[in-house]
C-alpha cells in the first residue's frame, strides 16, 4: 500500500482505549518517520503502553487506527506482527531456557531472520548464551527481550519502559544499544517516565498526560517552549521557618519556644504546608518581579525561577536576598529540561512523589 | 526448525529441567505404587484378626473353638480375656471378637438332642466388631457365619442337596496391585494433564508470557499443537514408566495389547488437556487455577475407581460416575491390563473419552486467551 509520505512507518490516528468508564488513552495521534527514535514520555498511568500495543495489534482500539509500514494493525495484523519487533513492559521469559534456545525459538515463528550467535554478541550475552534464563541479571534480562524484538529484523522495535528499575550502569548500557539500533537505521519507538532518557535518546518526544499528546516536538523545540532556557533554584530556610513559626504562634501561643534557629532545617522539610499561606503567596509574587523571569515554581522547599535572561535575574535576586534578608542557599543554575516542559504544561511532576 | 517443533522441544525442556515437576508427576505415582503396593502384597487375603474366647469351656465349646482357629481365612486366636480383647478391637488393633458364653454346650445339647421340627433356642455365639471399618468387618462377620454355618450343620447332621462349585471364568490370578497400577496411570494422566495445563498456562498468561508471543507471528493454534505434542510425549513415557515399574517390581500384568493401551493413554491425556485448558481459561489468576482444578480432579480421583472398585460407591452417585471421563480411562486400561479386552469390547469407553475430548476441545477454543 502506498503512503502518502514514503518515509513514515506508524501512523496513529484518532487512537482511542476505553476500560469501563475509564478512557485510558483518549484521541491519540501522531507519525513517526522511517530510522528515527520516537519517545512517548509522561508518567505512569498517562496511556503509554496503551498507545504502544494498539499499535503493535495487540490491543484492539475503541476508536481510531493505527498502521505500520502501511499496515492497518487491525486488518493486515500478521503482516504487521512480521515487520515489527516487540519488547514488553512486563515480560518474563521461561526461567528454564538457555538464552540461546529461548532465541532460537522465537526466531522460528518468523519467516525472516537474522543469525542468532551475532545479535547475542551484539546485545552483550554472548558469555551468558549458554546460560539460563533464571540466572540473567535485570540488565541481562532486558537485553535478551531486545535481542528477542531485533530477531526478525523488524522495520520497527518497540521498546516499553526497557530502563524501569535498572541500575544506572545497566541503563546507560542499554542507552547505547539504542543508540547504535538508530545508527543502523532502525526506527524505534520507546516508551519511558524517565526525562533524561527522553533526552538523550529520542529525535521527536510525544509527552503524554492522562491519555492525551500534550506536545509533539524534538527535545530541544520542547525546552524552547518554555521561553525560558534557563532555572535557578533556591532555597530560603530561615525565612520559611519564620513563616512557620509565625503561623504556628498565630495556632498556638505556647509554640514560641520551637521558633529557634536550630529547628529552621528541621522545619523546612514540611514547608510545602505553609506553601498556600498568604506570606508564601507574597513571596512569589516578589519572585515573579525579577527581571527576566517567566515563571515561578516550587518543589518541596526549592524555588525554581525560569528566566531567558539569566545574569540580569541572578543579579536582582541576589540583591533583592540581601535587601531582605532573605539568607538565600544551595544557589543553582541549570539548563531547563523535558521535566520543567512537562510541569509546565500539568502543573505536575512526571515522577510520582 | 520449525515454530511447532521448537515449542515441542521448548516445553520438553522445560519439564526435564524442572525436578518439582518431575518429582511430582512421576515418583509420586511409583511411590504410591509402592507403598499400596506393599501394603497389599501378601497374597489375595486381606489382613484381617481378631479373638475368640471361649467362656464355657465344654467339649462342645472347644470343637467350636478348634473350628475357628483352624480356618486360614481370618486370622483368629485364643485368648481369655473379654475385657482386654474388645479394648484392642476398640483401638483397632484387630477387628474382630468372638465370645462363646457360658452354658453354650448345655444350650446345643438341649437344641440339637429335639427333634429337627421342635422350635428350641439355638446355641449363641456373639461377635464384636468395629462398625467404622465396615468393609473389613464384613468380611469377618461372613466368615464367621460360614464357620458358624458349617458347624451347625455338621452337628444337625444337615446333608445339602444343592452345591455350588466356584470357578473363575477369567482364569487369572489378579492381586490388588494389577487392580491399583492402571488406576495410578489414569490418575497421573488426569492429574497431569487437568491440573499441570491449567497451572501453566494461567501461569505464563499472568506472567506475560503468552502475550509477548502474541506480538509475533505465531499462530495459536501452533502454540496448542506443540503443548499437545509434548504432553502426549510425556504422558506416553511416565506411562511406560510406571507400567515397567508396576511389572518389574510387583509383577503387574498386561494382558491385552500394549498398542490398545497407548491408545487410551492418548485419549485419556487429550480430554483432561482439553479440560485444563478450559479451566485455564476460566481461571482469572494463576493462583485460582490449581484450586479450581483440585476441586474438579480430587472427587474424580475417588469417583473414578482409582483405587475402590466403582460398584463400591453410593446408588446415588452412580450416574454421576457413569458420567465422568476418569472412570472411562481407568475402567479401560484396567480391562485391557488385567483381562486383555480387545476394542471390540472397550468401544463404548474409546466414544466416551472421545466424546468428552471434541466437547471440551470445542470450549477450550471459544474460553482460550492470550492474555
Redesign the interface.
Known amino acids: 500500500m502506498a503512503m502518502p509520505n514514503e518515509n513514515i512507518v506508524i501512523e496513529a490516528d484518532g487512537l482511542i482505549k476505553r476500560y469501563g468508564d475509564f478512557t485510558a488513552v483518549n484521541g491519540v495521534n501522531f507519525q513517526v518517520r522511517q530510522g528515527e527514535v520516537f519517545g512517548l514520555l509522561g508518567p505512569n498511568g498517562a496511556g503509554k503502553t496503551t498507545t504502544m500495543e494498539m499499535i503493535?495489534?495487540?490491543r484492539r482500539p475503541d476508536g481510531g487506527h493505527a498502521r505500520v509500514a502501511g499496515f492497518d494493525t487491525q486488518k493486515e495484523l500478521?503482516k504487521v506482527?512480521?515487520v515489527?519487533g516487540?519488547q514488553?513492559q512486563?515480560?518474563?521469559?521461561?526461567d528454564?531456557?538457555k538464552v540461546k534456545?529461548?532465541t532460537?525459538?522465537?526466531a522460528?515463528?518468523?519467516?525472516h531472520t537474522v543469525p542468532i550467535e551475532p545479535l547475542l554478541d551484539d546485545m552483550i550475552l554472548s558469555e551468558k548464551m549458554h546460560g539460563?534464563v533464571k540466572n540473567l541479571s535485570g540488565g541481562q534480562k532486558q537485553r535478551l527481550a531486545i535481542a528477542?524484538a531485533l530477531v526478525?529484523d523488524p522495520l520497527v522495535v518497540f521498546l516499553d519502559e526497557p530502563t524501569t528499575g535498572l541500575d544506572p550502569q545497566a541503563r546507560r548500557t542499554l542507552w547505547d544499544i539504542v543508540l547504535r539500533l538508530k545508527e543502523r537505521g532502525k526506527t524505534v519507538v520507546l516508551s519511558t517516565h524517565y526525562m533524561d532518557e527522553a533526552h538523550v535518546l529520542c529525535d521527536t518526544i510525544c509527552l503524554m498526560d492522562r491519555g492525551q499528546v500534550i506536545a509533539l516536538d524534538t527535545p530541544a523545540n520542547l525546552v524552547r517552549s518554555l521561553q525560558s532556557d534557563s532555572a535557578v533554584e533556591f532555597r530560603l530556610p530561615q525565612l520559611e521557618a519564620a513563616h512557620e513559626s509565625a503561623g504556628a504562634v498565630r495556632a498556638a501561643t505556647s509554640g514560641g519556644s520551637f521558633g529557634s534557629a536550630t529547628s529552621a532545617a528541621a522545619g523546612s522539610a514540611d514547608s510545602a504546608a505553609t506553601s498556600a499561606s498568604p506570606a508564601a503567596a507574597e513571596l512569589q509574587a516578589e519572585l515573579m518581579q525579577i527581571r527576566g523571569v517567566k515563571s515561578v515554581d516550587r518543589r518541596k522547599d526549592v524555588h525554581v525561577l525560569y528566566t531567558d535572561q539569566l545574569q540580569d535575574t541572578l543579579t536582582d535576586l541576589i540583591q533583592q536576598a540581601a535587601s531582605r534578608n532573605w539568607a538565600l542557599t544551595d544557589l543553582q543554575t541549570r539548563t531547563a529540561t523535558l521535566e520543567d516542559v512537562f510541569i509546565h504544561m500539568t502543573g505536575r511532576s512526571l515522577r510520582e512523589e | 526448525?520449525?515454530?511447532y517443533?521448537?515449542?515441542t522441544?521448548?516445553q520438553l525442556?522445560?519439564f526435564i529441567?524442572?525436578r518439582q515437576v518431575i518429582f511430582w508427576s512421576l515418583m509420586f505415582p511409583i511411590f504410591f505404587m509402592v507403598m499400596l503396593g506393599s501394603f497389599f502384597s501378601n497374597g489375595n487375603s486381606i489382613s484381617l484378626s481378631g479373638q475368640v474366647i471361649d467362656q464355657d469351656n465344654s467339649a462342645e465349646s472347644q470343637a467350636l473353638l478348634q473350628a475357628f482357629t483352624g480356618q486360614t481365612a481370618l486370622e483368629l486366636k485364643s485368648a481369655d480375656n473379654e475385657d482386654k480383647a474388645l479394648d484392642s478391637l476398640k483401638k483397632g488393633d484387630q477387628q474382630l471378637v468372638i465370645i462363646i458364653p457360658q452354658g453354650y454346650g448345655q444350650a446345643l445339647a438341649v437344641t440339637s438332642a429335639a427333634t429337627p421340627n421342635a422350635n428350641g433356642t439355638a446355641a449363641q455365639v456373639v461377635a464384636y466388631y468395629d462398625e467404622t471399618n465396615a468393609a473389613l468387618s464384613q468380611i469377618g462377620l461372613t466368615v464367621v457365619a460360614q464357620i458358624v454355618d458349617g458347624v451347625s450343620k455338621q452337628l444337625t447332621h444337615y446333608v445339602p442337596v444343592v452345591t455350588v462349585q466356584n470357578q473363575g471364568v477369567q482364569s487369572l490370578n489378579l492381586k490388588y496391585i494389577d487392580f491399583l497400577v492402571p488406576g495410578i496411570v489414569a490418575m497421573m494422566i488426569m492429574s497431569n494433564n487437568l491440573n499441570g495445563v491449567a497451572g501453566q498456562i494461567a501461569s505464563w498468561r499472568e506472567?506475560?508470557?503468552l502475550?509477548?508471543?502474541?506480538?509475533?507471528?505465531?499462530a495459536a493454534s501452533t502454540f496448542i499443537a506443540a503443548q499437545i505434542t509434548a504432553r502426549l510425549m510425556l504422558n506416553g513415557l511416565q506411562a511406560v514408566i510406571v507400567l515397567l515399574v508396576g511389572s518389574l517390581i510387583f509383577g503387574t500384568q498386561v494382558n491385552g495389547s500394549w498398542a490398545l493401551l497407548l491408545l487410551f493413554v492418548v485419549l485419556g491425556t487429550l480430554a483432561f488437556m482439553a479440560i485444563g485448558f478450559i479451566i485455564a481459561g476460566l481461571a482469572k489468576t494463576p493462583e485460582s487455577a490449581g484450586p479450581i482444578a483440585g476441586f474438579i480432579s480430587f472427587p474424580l480421583l475417588f469417583l473414578g475407581g482409582v483405587f475402590f472398585p466403582i460398584k463400591n460407591m453410593p446408588e446415588f452417585l452412580q450416574p454421576l460416575i457413569k458420567l465422568i471421563p476418569i472412570t472411562h480411562l481407568t475402567n479401560a486400561l484396567r480391562q485391557v491390563m488385567n483381562v486383555g479386552a480387545d476394542l471390540t469390547a472397550l468401544w463404548p469407553e474409546a466414544t466416551i473419552l472421545g466424546g468428552w475430548l471434541i466437547v471440551a476441545f470445542v470450549v477450550a477454543s471459544f474460553t482460550f486467551k492470550w492474555?
Open positions: 503493535e495489534g495487540l500478521g506482527k512480521e515489527i516487540v514488553l512486563s515480560t518474563s521469559l521461561f528454564l531456557m534456545e529461548i532460537r525459538m522465537y522460528s515463528f518468523y519467516t539460563l528477542l526478525n | 526448525m520449525s515454530a517443533w521448537q515449542l522441544l521448548a525442556k522445560l529441567r524442572n506472567r506475560g508470557i502475550r509477548r508471543m502474541q506480538s509475533t507471528p505465531l492474555e
